[in-house]
């Protein structure tokens, strides 16, 4: 079913490939839903209080009637904005993160583009998420969404670079940028969390200052920066900076288990017959709880212990992880 | 070791999602207020003798009330006619009921009184006397 792409063009193929599109953005917005509904009770119990429970069974429906008012508010654009600027932004920090998704392989049958250089792919779309942000933060012709995007630029680019270079340790070790081969050279070995544990804790951390949350959640904060970069956007468009959000938490999370749990291996033999996408989603949820556990936990990095963390700490721990990966492949 | 403080961070509140959650489920399960507890009022309008300290003593002027001469003509005195209790303006102070000799106007505990219309708040002697669940036992 996914070889559509090599056949020769037709009406019916390009038909074809838009509604498979249009259902991975179902999928995609259906998790974003219960990723908010679950972020908001996993916290709640840790709080010792429950979630939201009153709209709908156990307030699963929470989130619809969120979505729904942020779509029916009115749509401000104040006066002095650059106004193609912030018309576009949100769209310019959205794109990139669903564009992520074609490239990772859900299961054995399941992927979407086989693209020989995945991890680049990853790599430089998530960087231009960053630009929108920036935007968003220019345009808004605010002195504090300036600052708030100031500082998140800064963020995402300094914790940009321990990101990629936790992945080298990774294709160090199977030879190859391709999201499928990094997956069937871990069935065969071992999952790659054990060798390359470091490069694993190195991901946790910048993933997270990556997708702006708590404890870096810097640039939004809420009680210090009254939202930082999207204080002028109401309505859908901020709807938008919050889908994007929770968008590059299936996007990471997806590439972590991708790359560091095996994918959609099986832990143990006699576990095969539980289809491959099975295990990707336990996986994938192992970790979106850990990113909904660490924001329960830790306050707020400050603002200039945050660079000094990226620079000083990360980036030589990841140069570390990769000259020992290096040093380990040449001598055995 | 460095970094043991962040693992003892998240063992707590791993540790957290079994407690018991202490928010009250309000609508749910009553709230059960304390025996004092200030609510609307209770009338009992065949122990009240007319003497209008009520009236002079609320502090925001929501009481009023018409007396009229005692139907039995041997008794001397007055019996209540109308009396009522301009809810918008109560602010469940008691001293009405400190103030009445005979503890012919009473509290209850009776405090959800939410309502649509304003022309609810009016409350008259008829619903003042049928309000007689939870009233307090002390009233001076």
């Known amino acids: 079913m996914f070889n559509i792409l090599s056949e020769p063009f037709s009406w019916i193929n390009l038909l074809v490939i838009i509604l498979v599109a249009a259902a991975v953005l179902g999928i995609v917005l259906v998790f974003v839903m219960y990723a908010i509904y679950f972020e908001r009770k996993v916290i709640g119990w840790m709080q010792v209080r429950n979630g939201p429970n009153r709209v709908g069974p156990w307030g699963l429906m929470q989130t619809m009637?969120?979505?729904?008012?942020?779509?029916?508010?009115?749509?401000?654009?104040?006066?002095?904005?650059d106004k193609f600027l912030f018309l576009i932004a949100p769209i310019i920090a959205y794109t990139p993160a669903f564009a992520i998704i074609a490239v990772i392989p859900y299961s054995q049958k399941i992927y979407f583009a086989d693209v020989n250089v995945g991890l680049l792919y990853y790599g430089a779309l998530s960087s231009i998420t960053i630009t929108g942000i920036l935007l968003g933060g220019w345009a808004s012709n605010n002195k504090y969404a300036i600052m708030g995007g100031m500082r998140s630029v800064?963020?995402?680019?300094?914790?940009?670079?321990?990101?990629?270079?936790?992945?080298l340790g990774v294709v160090l070790l199977t030879g190859s940028l391709n999201l499928r081969e990094i997956v069937q050279a871990q069935q065969e070995g071992m999952w790659f969390i054990v060798p390359q544990f470091l490069g694993f804790v190195i991901f946790l951390i910048a993933?997270?200052?990556?997708?702006?949350?708590?404890?870096?959640d810097l640039p939004e904060a809420e009680n210090e920066l009254v939202a930082g970069y999207f204080v002028e956007y109401s309505g859908f468009r901020f709807a938008f900076f919050m889908l994007t959000e929770y968008v590059y938490i299936f996007a990471m999370a997806s590439l972590m288990?991708?790359?560091?749990?095996?994918?959609?291996?099986?832990?143990?033999?006699?576990?095969?017959?539980?289809?491959?996408?099975?295990?990707?989603?336990?996986?994938?949820?192992?970790l979106v709880f850990y990113l909904f556990w660490v924001r329960a936990t830790f306050p707020r990095v400050r603002t200039d212990q945050l660079m000094g963390f990226a620079w000083k700490v990360l980036i030589p721990l990841a140069l570390l992880n990769v000259m020992l990966t290096a040093l380990f492949k040449t001598l055995f | 070791m460095w970094g043991k403080g962040f693992f003892k961070g998240l063992s707590f509140t791993l540790k957290m999602l079994k407690e018991p959650k202490i928010t009250s489920q309000y609508p749910d399960e009553p709230i059960i207020m304390p025996e004092r507890y200030r609510g609307i009022h209770h009338f009992y309008p065949e122990k009240c003798i007319v003497c209008n300290q009520c009236v002079r003593v609320c502090p925001t002027g929501c009481i009023s009330l018409v007396g009229k001469p005692n139907p039995d003509p041997e008794k001397k005195g007055k019996v209540i006619d109308t009396y009522d209790i301009n809810f918008e303006l109560c602010i469940l102070c008691d001293l009405c009921t400190e103030v009445c000799p005979t503890e012919s106007i009473v509290m209850t505990n009776n405090f959800e009184l939410a309502t649509y219309s304003r022309d609810n708040l009016a409350k008259d002697l008829k619903w003042l006397e049928n309000n007689n669940t939870k009233v307090r036992e002390e009233n001076h």
Not at chain 1, 65 to 81: Q, R, Y
Not at chain 1, 258 to 286: N, Q, R
């Open chain 1, 207 to 216: 993933g997270n200052a990556e997708l702006n949350r708590t404890p870096f």
């Open chain 1, 65 to 81: 009637a969120d979505v729904f008012k942020l779509l029916i508010k009115e749509d401000i654009v104040p006066a002095k904005v």
């Open chain 1, 154 to 167: 800064a963020q995402m680019v300094s914790y940009e670079v321990p990101l990629i270079m936790s992945f």
């Open chain 1, 257 to 286: 288990t991708v790359m560091f749990l095996g994918g959609w291996d099986a832990p143990f033999e006699f576990l095969e017959f539980i289809p491959g996408i099975v295990w990707f989603f336990l996986k994938f949820l192992l």
